[in-house]
Structure formats: structure tokens, C-alpha cells
């Protein structure tokens, strides 16, 4: 779609996705509102699974309860506030509209196959452009995206990959229990472990790749 990789083609693809209504008039979903954020030469890359409600209104990723957690993380994860986090990371989402709310109201809808798809091209641009050093992967579907199936427990607290490296991270809603277990709390602690590691590798040396040596932990099982 573009051909040479900076930021004037980094704006020509976010200005392009954000005219995006590919799942409207597929009756997908009634309204396209893609929510992203990031700047060039961005070393993070998150993925989550789809904006909230939150977001649809404010179109800023992860500005809901979640979002505050997750900032949280990243305070752990050895950031020095949430706007250097999101300073030095792109995030995205594997859908990146709203998908609406579940029937019964309690939760959002989780993202359809063919929006998730509709949306894939998007994603890979983006990180064809930033090629960034680490990939933070935010709750089970964009771990399976990029790693297959496997449980969590498998994920969490371990590194994957060389160049990018990639870190799995349970989502940050609330609505999940899979933290009310402390061994999954260790495991959450490790992963916080290792992105701190690896944005210390990218602060002494910005320009040299980094590699999973500086990261790689054991799993807890
Ligand atoms: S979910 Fe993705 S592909 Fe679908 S309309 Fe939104 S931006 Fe376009």
C-alpha cells in the first residue's frame, strides 16, 4: 500500500484506516469508528483485541477502566508514566472498531471472524512500517493471533520470539479471573519483568535490536 517506509507513510496509512468502514457495509456492525494511536518510530507495539465502549467515544485505545490498569502495568513495567508509555508504543487492536455490546448487556461482544479479518491488512502494515523491538500481546485472542492456541498459563511470564520479541500480558479488564489465581498473579509479574528488561535494553542502546537474551525467563509452569 506504501511504498517508502516513514512517518509521511505512517500518516498516509493511519489517514486511510480511520475512512475505514469495511464492516459497515459488510452489516457487521452499525457504526466504524477505528481506534489506534501511535507515532513513528514507536520500539513498543501493542495489540489488544477491540476498543470498548469507552473508547468509541473518546477514540484514544485504552482509555476506559482497563486502560487505567494497564497503565498501571506499565508504571511496573518500568515506564516512567502512562504518556511515556504511550509515547513509545503504537497500539492497535486486532479489530479496531467497536464491536458492540453482548445481548444481555453485561460485556462487550468479542470481535466476529470476519471483522477480524477485514482488519488484519491493517495491522500488518502497520507493523511491516515500525518494524518495532518488542510486541506486547494483550489478552488471548492477540496471543493466538501471532503465537496459535495455548493456555495462558503457558504465555504469560515468558518472552516468544527473537526480532520482535514478543510479550504476552492477560487483558486488563477486570471481567477476566484468571489473576485471582497468585501463581497467575507471578506469572503477570514475570511478564512486567521482562518488558522492564527490554525497554531498559532499548534505553541504553535506541538504534541496536533487541534480542530475547536480554529477557528470556523461565516459566512458572
Ligand atoms: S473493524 Fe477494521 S476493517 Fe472493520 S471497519 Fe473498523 S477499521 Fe475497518
Same mark, same amino acid.
Given at each position: 500500500?506504501?511504498?517508502?517506509?516513514?512517518?509521511?507513510?505512517?500518516?498516509?496509512?493511519?489517514?486511510?484506516?480511520?475512512?475505514?468502514?469495511?464492516?459497515?457495509?459488510?452489516?457487521? @456492525?452499525?457504526?466504524?469508528?477505528?481506534?489506534?494511536?501511535?507515532?513513528?518510530?514507536?520500539?513498543?507495539?501493542?495489540?489488544?483485541?477491540?476498543?470498548?465502549?469507552?473508547?468509541?467515544?473518546?477514540?484514544?485505545?485504552?482509555?476506559?477502566?482497563?486502560?487505567?490498569?494497564?497503565?498501571?502495568?506499565?508504571?511496573?513495567?518500568?515506564?516512567?508514566?502512562?504518556?511515556?508509555?504511550?509515547?513509545?508504543?503504537?497500539?492497535?487492536?486486532?479489530?479496531?472498531?467497536?464491536?458492540?455490546?453482548?445481548?444481555?448487556?453485561?460485556?462487550?461482544?468479542?470481535?466476529?471472524?470476519?471483522?477480524?479479518?477485514?482488519?488484519?491488512?491493517?495491522?500488518?502494515?502497520?507493523?511491516?512500517?515500525?518494524?518495532?523491538?518488542?510486541?506486547?500481546?494483550?489478552?488471548?485472542?492477540? @496471543?493466538?493471533?501471532?503465537?496459535?492456541?495455548?493456555?495462558?498459563?503457558?504465555?504469560?511470564?515468558?518472552?516468544?520470539?527473537?526480532?520482535?520479541?514478543?510479550?504476552?500480558?492477560?487483558?486488563?479488564?477486570?471481567?477476566?479471573?484468571?489473576?485471582?489465581?497468585?501463581?497467575?498473579?507471578?506469572?503477570?509479574?514475570?511478564?512486567?519483568?521482562?518488558?522492564?528488561?527490554?525497554?531498559?535494553?532499548?534505553?541504553?542502546?535506541?538504534?541496536?535490536?533487541?534480542?530475547?537474551?536480554?529477557?528470556?525467563?523461565?516459566?512458572?509452569?
Amino acid at each position: 500500500m506504501v511504498s517508502r517506509p516513514g512517518p509521511a507513510a505512517l500518516r498516509e496509512l493511519q489517514t486511510a484506516c480511520r475512512a475505514c468502514h469495511v464492516c459497515v457495509d459488510a452489516g457487521i @456492525i452499525a457504526e466504524a469508528n477505528p481506534t489506534f494511536a501511535g507515532e513513528w518510530g514507536a520500539p513498543f507495539f501493542l495489540v489488544g483485541q477491540a476498543p470498548g465502549p469507552a473508547e468509541r467515544e473518546t477514540r484514544r485505545p485504552f482509555s476506559g477502566r482497563a486502560g487505567k490498569e494497564l497503565d498501571r502495568w506499565m508504571l511496573r513495567a518500568g515506564f516512567a508514566s502512562a504518556e511515556e508509555f504511550r509515547h513509545l508504543t503504537y497500539i492497535a487492536a486486532l479489530m479496531r472498531c467497536f464491536p458492540g455490546r453482548n445481548k444481555t448487556g453485561t460485556g462487550d461482544l468479542r470481535p466476529p471472524p470476519a471483522a477480524v479479518k477485514n482488519c488484519a491488512h491493517w495491522l500488518d502494515a502497520e507493523l511491516e512500517l515500525l518494524e518495532p523491538q518488542v510486541i506486547i500481546l494483550v489478552g488471548q485472542m492477540a @496471543i493466538t493471533r501471532f503465537l496459535g492456541p495455548g493456555p495462558l498459563e503457558q504465555r504469560v511470564g515468558r518472552s516468544f520470539g527473537e526480532s520482535p520479541v514478543m510479550v504476552p500480558l492477560p487483558h486488563p479488564s477486570g471481567q477476566s479471573r484468571w489473576l485471582n489465581d497468585p501463581l497467575n498473579r507471578k506469572r503477570l509479574e514475570r511478564a512486567l519483568t521482562l518488558i522492564k528488561k527490554l525497554r531498559a535494553g532499548w534505553e541504553e542502546n535506541p538504534q541496536k535490536k533487541i534480542h530475547m537474551g536480554h529477557a528470556r525467563e523461565h516459566p512458572l509452569g
